[in-house]
């Protein structure tokens, strides 16, 4: 279930990262999602290499992981692209 439930958390994590980093991004609803998506990999892939464990269910813990790597991904993209 590992590359499953990264996407729908990093749907959700899309969204709830847009909702603490609020501002104008570069491409909209839309991009902030798919790198909310692509931050729940980086923050999955991560925690599992740290030790972590991974995001292996629906539970906080996860979730947390995933909002973690949306954020951080959100904000390169908006220091990237200068918004």
Do not use: Q
């Not at 992981?65 to 904000?75: E, K």
């Amino acid at each position: 279930m590992g590359i499953i439930s990264w996407i729908v958390f990093g749907l959700i994590a899309g969204i709830l990262a847009k909702l603490i980093m609020p501002g104008k991004d570069p491409g909209g609803m839309i991009v902030t999602i798919l790198i909310g998506v692509a931050g729940a990999m980086v923050g999955g892939f991560i925690s599992t290499s740290l030790g972590y464990g991974d995001i292996s269910g629906f539970d906080l813990r996860s979730l947390g992981i995933a909002i973690v790597g949306a954020l951080v991904l959100l904000f390169g993209y908006r220091t990237l692209k200068g918004a």
